[in-house]
């Protein structure tokens, strides 16, 4: 005795027929999102950064500090915790603050050290160059003398060779 209905355990699928005035539907296979969701192409190193990323957000707990309770009211300690967190806030901005002018103080004296360094390199370059020609002019003023004295002593040489062998014959 068959009643229509499915017994316990049996399903039973009809397909409707779509209204003649309405669109078809699309097929059920397809996804119903307006913009389809399409999983980013990496590079292999943006790839790894991802990775450390998810990994990163994963690992490391959500910290939340002095959550108030769940009751509406404020509880007489609930003052005392927002002094202590502001003050907390405060110390932190400091901290900041006293960071940010170390870092660039010592940013500043780096430039200037830079630039002094390069100014003494300047300074030295320029007495260096001036040692090298007065160097120069003083081996260049001993070769012109040696050049003219040189004949000189060729002529006194040449005169001191007769002295010479008149002294040896003298001593003999």
Do not use: C, I, N, P
């Given at each position: 005795m068959s009643t229509g209905y499915p017994k316990d355990g049996e399903t039973q699928l009809a397909v409707a027929e779509p209204k003649s005035g309405l669109p078809p539907r699309p097929p059920l296979t397809a996804s119903t999102a307006i913009v389809e969701y399409e999983k980013p192409v990496f590079k292999e190193e943006e790839e790894d950064l991802e990775v450390k990323l998810r990994r990163i957000i994963e690992n490391v707990p959500v910290r939340v500090n002095n959550t108030s309770g769940s009751s509406a009211g404020s509880g007489s300690g609930d003052f005392h915790q927002y002094r202590q967190m502001r003050r907390k806030e405060q110390d932190r901005l400091a901290r900041m603050d006293v960071d940010y002018q170390k870092r660039k103080e010592i940013a500043e004296f780096n430039m200037r050290?830079?630039?002094?360094?390069?100014?003494?390199?300047?300074?030295?370059?320029?007495?260096?160059?001036?040692?090298?020609?007065?160097?120069?002019?003083?081996?260049?003023?001993?070769?012109?003398?040696?050049?003219?004295?040189?004949?000189?002593?060729?002529?006194?040489?040449?005169d001191g060779e007769a002295d010479s062998e008149h002294d040896e014959a003298a001593a003999q």
């Open positions: 050290r830079e630039e002094r360094l390069k100014a003494g390199e300047e300074r030295t370059a320029k007495k260096r160059l001036k040692r090298q020609k007065k160097k120069q002019r003083k081996m260049e003023k001993k070769m012109k003398t040696s050049a003219e004295g040189g004949e000189k002593k060729k002529e006194e040489s040449s």
